[in-house]
């Protein structure tokens, strides 16, 4: 155990610092939040892509700053820029998914046209995967596309799509081969946000912004070598992705951040004169909560060092989904009560037009959207099947008999 | 013993439940939700007609001189079909003040006019309920002065009845002198709160009681009861909702109610919430005619249902899945309804906290 | 709403009172709790039974009182006994559950021969169905019983049979048709305890108690008259007398008791110098639980009404154990963490020997007997099972395909 | 950075596992906790051979002088092997306080005794930790009167430390005069607790800290962290019993395992359960190397770990059915283990008091 950083991370550390000490003013305040990065956002950007900042280990023929994979440089960057709260570049699913996809699976051609753009926030992505009929079960995706001349017709629906409304370009799971078994017959397309036929349509969730959308196709054409790896390879260039959507992973010191910022509203906030801090009953409902923050900090430092190391942390990595996103909206639930009846004021605006929400709104808003999170990206109840079924090695549900 | 209602409070349910159904369909309330002030005056208007408004006045007076128990079954109903209409204050908590503390003359001006809808009094406390926010007022001789935050069914109303600490009452004209009343947005969208301001504003006092603070408390007890209630017809409805969904909702090849783990949630919720429907029952019953268990009783009923109102909207939510999270099936309505309940007139903990020192357990 | 009773009723409980203030010299202080009834004990439960405060609606041709079926009556014998802290007469398995199944669905010789002792007490019962491999799934059952001339000849073993080590008869639930599907291949027989080749063993559990037995047949032989109904009916016969088992209702009283023990707990325990109760976080765990006690009482009135009015309380009903179950367990984990430390001295007597177990023990032991009742009688996973598909209707799980 | 054992600390759980599963087989177990007395004077012995006894004692007296997370490595190790020995008191918090407290005279003499396990120190706190029980002694010059409830490790101990409210400590022979110590039947009976009485029993008193209670307060963290990781290795063979159980046990014609109730039990035990390891380590570390952090991870360890562990305790013995519930598979060895932990040096409420009293977010 040593949890000071070696001499090169050290100097690595030193340089961000100093980075930062000296281009601050010119980070952009907020870098990628439902909308389309504006002058100022892309020129941070392209600044960060030079310097290594962003796009560390993308090669340099596609772009990005050709640096070795190492997980601690990127925590360590990742750090500094949250520690300073300056902008850490844009973080979209296009960069953080489709790009290390591409590198994987995708031909020369595909990388050469969409990873620069892609990482210097010139093209915006959006995933094109769920959909009503296809949620916990994604291989259940309907939406067709079928093969006319060089080019794929498409036609379905998506729900879920989060930046679909400023996105240039889309990845798409969708269905190639119907006559074939669900999960062997699914493409992965990669299509323009302007082709015709495309329709797309704010979702308003629960918490009074649409931070999604539906998208509806309606014989949208897309050319055939925008496929990545062949008809049929669908699911395995999905899970491909997933795989680096999971890898990003829940960052503990933002929960302990909150953990700050009730006890904060504890200290400010009283019930005939005293104070909620001073009243044991709320007091220890924080402390215990800070204990499970606690817990999920240092499971992640342990995760990271298994990561650098090489090691497959197995269940570590599993369960942090089902930890994290039940363990947040337990937090926010604090929050919301701390407020009461003073915090019901909810005066929400929408993500698309921007403002911003009063503190009160801010934490029900949260709370909601922590709902949200337990819900999506493969709710509770779907990680309770990986972690029992991968992680403890208990088996799959038997396949219901034909009636 | 007969631990049940009564037929006539099963006809209330039902006429209640009859006419909801028929003329509060969820794209009506969807839309009333939309537009942001929430309450439906038709719905208002046609429940007076019902005879709501005037459940709780006494017959003497124009109204069905019903209890707390009856009023506690309207109050599931509404809760059930996320009513957005004004309840606790103009209907059961305002009448049960005038009866129990304005003078003979007072009660015979306002009851009447109560119990047809006409006279709407939204009821604030400044203090004494645990409740946060702004509850700061000063009463000098007939005039009022301050302001209270988080005023329940105060959008529409016609009169404020303002309960001070030590238990004397108020009664302003939002429309009078010196009085402003202005309608927050709110969490839930078909119970707007409001903050109501006060300048020297002209009072009716009321002071007839021979114990104000006794008096002021059962008002207090009966506003929790049907917060109580209100939670437990909206969880209700949210687990109604999500058992129906998930037989028809189908991934991986199957209804997803045949999945054990949304089985387990549906029958964990079931387990925790009918239980709720006996003790809503019993600490409205109390109110009426158990003057020694009513007051612990209505802070356990307010606290447990809220914690375990807490619980259904949050599985019950999880069953929906994404189409939870939406707006598109209006679920969120009774999310936030069962939120606001919660906040109203003190926290779980704070309602645990009055019980403890009523039954002697620690010091008030 | 009426809690008050009726003139009936206000004349049933002062006819209590009066028998108990006359008696209550009379009363064993413990009866029929895991030894077998002693001289006393049987006078005792002959004055209840001519009374009618025991078997009162078992006819009087079979040495009932011959009463009416009335829930209502029912509870305020309980409630009078319970609150006077008098022996309410034996509560065995064979009056609660044999008697009312041979009513329903014995013969008349059977009825006649067991009924009249059992509900005296002379004759004590236990219950032959759990196995080792038949838990949960109880028509599981793989002891064997076949005819040979006019007996069956029973081998196999049965676990969890709590007062095998005194009894004097077993209703027994074995296979006699193992060609038959499981559920149609079960019978019903009554049998001696003192017949050959029965041996009873003590099972120990967590509590430090011998509670339960198990009990192992070999070459045991059982006249085949003493069969319930017929061959292959053992499933429909063990459903009756299970849903005899299930009316018995739980008593919140007994949980509104340990409410209020446990607040004396806390008013007895200081740590530095403060006492438990004054302490908020404390406090407010009691004061959490007394609210879920408080539902569950006002629930159990509910459904005795709906009971006396000849409803069926449906789901209400199903809800019960798993409520009470999980509510107990967290009662006396309260209690246990009250005592803290001080309470580890832990020092079971055996049930068989008797002897009083000190207060810390006994919170201890109930713990650990509460977390058993959340196991046994249908654990809380099959409690879920049935509440959500005879409550709510949810569909059944699918049978697996075949392999 | 690392946030990682090192391959020395590999080793030594390894070693420890190994030889606990060869010679700590579950009858064996069963056998020495049916005894009553529960402690195993042999396995005490070999273990003391293989250096645990001697894990913080300083090299230069004669043990490894490893630290508190190399401690807690041997602890989990030995909880998950329900191992009926001592450890926290004579391994950890003796040798840690003859360390930071005792003279340079004091420390040569015992320390090389104690790393051959041959002086075996229970350690005795006189109030201060929360631990209900009495805690009543006062030191008068140099004899001790007085009495301890529920010390742990001291059946088969040679010698008891107590320490005081103050942070002074002082040594009494248990053999010596004027001391009793009766080993009381305990609810884990492989780790029972005494009752240690004092009249004016000769002690010798420790006092060469600069700052006693500071010292007080480490030894008192150290004996947090090693039952918090005593928990964390129970609990984590309960998980594994119950997942091996609900792999083999048939029930509808299929092994428990394929249910989905079974499985997200099981998948919500490993979820809390894996996180508890690093915060484990973390506070261990912390005692070791990070002073300013290492008060606040103890306390939060100790009642995080505890809480983790009464769920775990719970549902695993769930999975088992039945069979959890009875002597016939040990489980319950282990259900009772984590239970003592949660008691002893304070309840998770207590820890979590100290820690936010250590945040300044109450007074103390």
Known sequence: MDLSYSDRYRALQAEVRAFIATHRDRSPSAVGVRRKPDAAILAWQQLLVEKGYAARTIPTRYGGYGGEPDVMEAAIIAEEFSKAGVAAGIASQGISMLVPTLLEVGTEAQRERWIRPTIRGEVIWCQGYSEPGAGSDLANVQTRAVLDGDHFVVNGQKIWTSSAHYADWMFLLCRTEPEKPKHHGLSYLLLSMKTPGIEVRPLKTMTGKSTFNEVFFTDVRVPADQIVMGRGDGWTVANITLKYERMMLGDANKFMHRVHRIRELMEGTTIDGERLIDKPEWRDRLVRLQGEVMASKYHQMRLLTQQAQGVDPGLGRMIVKLYGTEMGYRLSALAVDVYGAAGLVFDPHDDMTGGADDAATSWHVDHMYDLGLIIGGGSSQIQKNIISERGLGMPREPKPAAR | ?364
């Open chain 2, 1 to 364: 013993m007969e631990f049940a209602l009564t037929d006539e409070q099963r006809m209330l349910d039902e006429s209640l439940r009859g006419y909801l159904a028929r003329e509060l369909p969820l794209e009506t309330l969807k839309a009333l939700a939309r537009e942001g002030q929430g309450v439906s005056e038709k719905h208002w208007r046609e429940l007076a007609e019902l005879g709501v408004a005037g459940l709780m006045v006494p017959a003497e007076h124009g109204g069905a001189g019903l209890g707390v128990l009856d009023a506690a079954v309207a109050a599931e109903a509404l809760g059930y079909a996320g009513a957005p209409v004004a309840f606790a204050g103009p209907a059961v908590m305002a009448p049960l003040a005038v009866s129990l503390m304005a003078s003979a003359a007072q009660q015979a001006e306002w009851l009447p006019r109560m119990a047809a809808g006409e006279m709407r009094v939204a009821v604030a406390f400044a203090g004494g309920t645990g409740q946060t926010g702004r509850a700061d007022v000063t009463l000098d001789g007939t005039t009022l002065s301050g302001a209270i935050d988080g005023v329940l069914d105060a959008a529409g109303a016609t009169h404020v009845l303002t309960i001070l600490p030590d238990g004397r009452a108020a009664l302003a004209e939002v429309r009078g002198s010196g009085v402003t009343g202005e309608v927050k947005p709110t969490l839930d969208r078909t119970r707007p709160l409001s903050q109501v301001t006060f300048d020297k504003a002209p009072v009716a006092v009321l002071d007839a009681s021979n114990d104000a603070a006794a008096a002021a408390r059962r008002v207090r007890d009966a506003g929790r009861v049907m917060l109580a209630a209100d939670t437990l017809g909206a969880a209700q409805a949210m687990l109604d909702k999500a058992v129906a969904y998930a037989k028809e909702r189908v991934q991986f090849g199957r209804v997803i109610a045949s999945f054990q783990a949304i089985k387990h949630m549906s029958a964990e919720m079931a387990t925790e919430l009918e239980p709720c429907r006996a003790m809503v029952w019993y600490a409205a019953h109390a109110a009426d005619a158990i003057p020694e268990d009513a007051h612990v009783a209505a802070c356990h009923a307010k606290a447990h249902v809220a914690e375990v109102g807490r619980f259904v909207q949050t599985k019950a939510t999880e069953v929906h899945g994404g189409m939870g999270f939406t707006e598109l099936m209006g679920l969120e309505l009774w999310y936030k309804r069962i939120s606001l309940d919660r906040h109203m007139l003190g926290s779980p903990e704070r309602c645990r906290h009055e019980a403890a020192v009523a039954q002697g357990w620690v010091a008030g």
